[in-house]
């Protein structure tokens, strides 16, 4: 598998996300091949889409103003992660625990970091609809067959730093299952399923980077994914009682809800 840098240039909102993304491939002489995988940035996209509220122009409540004081952040901000999220367990200074889309998540994934100053980022809007439409769009023009992944960062339990997370597919089957399968001493493998994408995410977000490196954008090349023209949002997320951490330790962090 080869994986290769895209550096592009300071993303302006509302532009031609599709005509951007090829032209960054091609000044870097990097033909699209059947079966590549294009991983861009979710702060790229939502930038694209202008996903992005200036915090001065926030009325916070009083719930934000509460959760805001508690956890050392600005009510403001607080109030965004609020419309953002579906459910709020809690914090730390900083950040709070929060529920999007079924994903667990630092905030709802709002971010200060890489948006204009005075601005709050958030994910892009219908982020598994954008990627099918990037990936359209790069077959219609290109005649390649493709996958596109919408990277984010993310903390693991317990875990120092961020990794990767595929917030979006579109192409490639994103979990490998391995259960009914036999392991090297012929066990049959019972629960594990191979987080493919995430993996892919992780390998990506290494070479994005995570502060001022202009490159949202990774093409990576003989990838061990097998092709799909179906992605469904739910192939990548399991519901929070079925999840090893969030079954038990949620209910603990129910009693601290706001």
Same mark, same amino acid.
């Given at each position: 598998?080869?994986?290769?840098?895209?550096?592009?240039?300071?993303?302006?909102?509302?532009?031609?996300?599709?005509?951007?993304?090829?032209?960054?491939?091609?000044?870097?002489?990097?033909?699209?091949?059947?079966?590549?995988?294009?991983?861009?940035?979710?702060?790229?996209?939502?930038?694209?889409?202008?996903?992005?509220?200036?915090?001065?122009?926030?009325?916070?409540?009083?719930?934000?103003?509460?959760?805001?004081?508690?956890?050392?952040?600005?009510?403001?901000?607080?109030?965004?992660?609020?419309?953002?999220?579906?459910?709020?367990?809690?914090?730390?200074?900083?950040?709070?625990?929060?529920?999007?889309?079924?994903?667990? &998540?630092?905030?709802?994934?709002?971010?200060?970091?890489?948006?204009?100053?005075?601005?709050?980022?958030?994910?892009?809007?219908?982020?598994?609809?954008?990627?099918?439409?990037?990936?359209?769009?790069?077959?219609?023009? &290109?005649?390649?067959?493709?996958?596109?992944?919408?990277?984010?960062?993310?903390?693991?339990?317990?875990?120092?730093?961020?990794?990767?997370?595929?917030?979006?597919?579109?192409?490639?089957?994103?979990?490998?299952?391995?259960?009914?399968?036999?392991?090297?001493?012929?066990?049959?493998?019972?629960?594990?399923?191979?987080?493919?994408?995430?993996?892919?995410?992780?390998?990506?977000?290494?070479?994005?980077?995570?502060?001022?490196?202009? &490159?949202?954008?990774?093409?990576?090349?003989?990838?061990?994914?097998?092709?799909?023209?179906?992605?469904?949002?739910?192939?990548?997320?399991?519901?929070?009682?079925?999840?090893?951490?969030?079954?038990?330790?949620?209910?603990?962090?129910?009693?601290?809800?706001?």
């Amino acid at each position: 598998m080869q994986i290769f840098r895209i550096p592009m240039e300071l993303i302006r909102p509302r532009a031609n996300l599709l005509k951007t993304v090829l032209s960054a491939i091609d000044k870097q002489k990097l033909g699209i091949e059947n079966g590549d995988i294009l991983a861009i940035a979710s702060k790229a996209v939502a930038t694209f889409q202008n996903q992005m509220t200036r915090l001065d122009s926030v009325e916070p409540s009083e719930r934000a103003k509460k959760l805001a004081g508690r956890y050392d952040l600005k009510p403001g901000f607080v109030e965004v992660v609020l419309r953002e999220a579906d459910r709020v367990y809690g914090g730390v200074p900083k950040a709070l625990l929060t529920l999007k889309d079924n994903i667990l &998540t630092a905030n709802s994934g709002v971010d200060r970091k890489n948006a204009p100053k005075g601005y709050a980022i958030m994910w892009p809007n219908e982020p598994f609809k954008t990627a099918e439409e990037l990936r359209s769009r790069i077959f219609e023009i &290109t005649s390649k067959r493709v996958g596109v992944m919408i990277v984010d960062s993310r903390v693991t339990p317990l875990r120092l730093g961020t990794t990767g997370l595929a917030l979006a597919v579109a192409g490639f089957e994103p979990v490998k299952d391995h259960r009914g399968k036999r392991d090297l001493y012929g066990n049959t493998i019972v629960i594990t399923r191979h987080a493919v994408a995430d993996d892919l995410a992780s390998a990506a977000h290494l070479l994005m980077g995570e502060s001022d490196e202009r &490159t949202p954008l990774v093409l990576i090349k003989d990838a061990p994914v097998k092709p799909t023209d179906h992605v469904e949002s739910s192939s990548l997320v399991i519901r929070p009682k079925q999840c090893l951490y969030t079954k038990y330790v949620l209910k603990g962090a129910a009693k601290e809800r706001l």
